[in-house]
């Protein structure tokens, strides 16, 4: 992620939503990693065994990278994001070295055995950042490509109809894809990709929400007060009824991951 004035406005504070404390603190809502996510990235590291986490967020995949690897550096824009990750569960790792630096002039001069990105990649200057990566991963090393969701049919459904009406991203375009851009650019060549299999996921609505809340488009940080609190209100609409007797959500857990190799290198 760039601070520079080559991103168009409205991306640029979209981007900016991740540096308010509340936004990385809404992040608790957000799903984790399935183990088989984490299991394949860590198949994928090539020696060195030294991994580099590109818009690392609160550590979401590098903290359960981390006793996995020799080595892991997360790098973040912003500084709400890294303090949040510090206090969360294997966010203060002695291998797991935080840095709040933008992706593309990263100041590190080592060698990197795979480079992950976690929702992040469409966020970048993506020529910028190939050029970059170029100059990081050992011969052979990938760039994996990650997302998850915790999801099921009824709340798809609901949130189909309900997001359209807070987005702040009314323009957003669900099919495009950052690894895709940089393929027909000649800039990375796909070697693979899985969709792990559903796992069931519990978490409270309220939790459901915050996680909703940690996106850019649904920052409680771009709405009025009366809008966040229209907008929680629709969701437990949809979410309550389907609560167990315990007050959870049974949601379920998928990632997808696709990794390849960067290709155009002169």
Same mark, same amino acid.
């Given at each position: 992620m760039?601070?520079?004035a080559d991103m168009p406005q409205p991306r640029r504070e979209l981007a900016a939503t991740f540096q308010h404390a509340g936004v990385a603190a809404a $992040?608790? #809502?957000? &799903?984790? $990693?399935?183990? +088989?996510? !984490? +299991? %394949? @990235?860590?198949?994928?590291? +090539? *020696?060195? =065994? *030294?991994?580099?986490? !590109?818009? /690392? #967020? +609160? #550590?979401? %995949? /590098?903290? &359960?990278?981390a006793p996995r690897v020799d080595e892991i550096v997360a790098v973040e824009l912003y500084d709400a994001m890294v303090s949040a990750g510090r206090t969360l569960p294997g966010g203060d /790792? =002695?291998?797991l070295h935080w840095v709040v630096e933008p992706v593309e002039t990263f100041t590190d001069t080592g060698t990197f055995g795979l480079a992950v990105a976690g929702a992040s990649l469409h966020w970048f200057d993506l020529l910028t950042?190939? *050029?970059?990566?170029a100059d990081l991963l050992a011969p052979g090393a990938v760039l994996a490509v990650c997302d998850r969701w915790a999801r099921s049919p009824q709340i798809s459904a609901g949130l189909a109809e309900i997001v359209p009406r807070y987005s702040r991203a009314p323009e957003y375009d669900a099919s495009y894809s950052a690894t895709g851009d940089l393929a027909a650019r000649g800039?990375?060549?796909?070697?693979?990709?899985r969709t792990t299999k559903p796992v069931p996921f519990r978490q409270s609505v309220s939790d459901f929400i915050e996680g909703l809340h940690s996106t850019s488009t649904l920052a409680r940080e771009l709405m009025t007060g009366d809008e966040a609190d229209a907008f929680d209100t629709d969701v437990h609409r !949809? =979410?309550? &009824? @389907?609560?167990?007797?315990? #007050?959870?959500?049974?949601?379920q857990l998928t990632s997808s991951v696709v990794w390849g190799e960067l290709s155009g290198i002169s």
């Open positions: 760039s601070k520079d $992040y608790r #809502g957000r &799903p984790p $990693y399935p183990d +088989e996510a !984490i +299991e %394949l @990235l860590t198949d994928l590291v +090539e *020696r060195p =065994a *030294r991994v580099l986490d !590109i818009g /690392a #967020g +609160e #550590g979401s %995949l /590098a903290r &359960p990278l /790792a =002695a291998n950042l190939h *050029r970059r990566l800039l990375w060549q796909q070697h693979g990709s !949809i =979410a309550d &009824p @389907l609560v167990d007797d315990d #007050g959870l959500l049974t949601l």
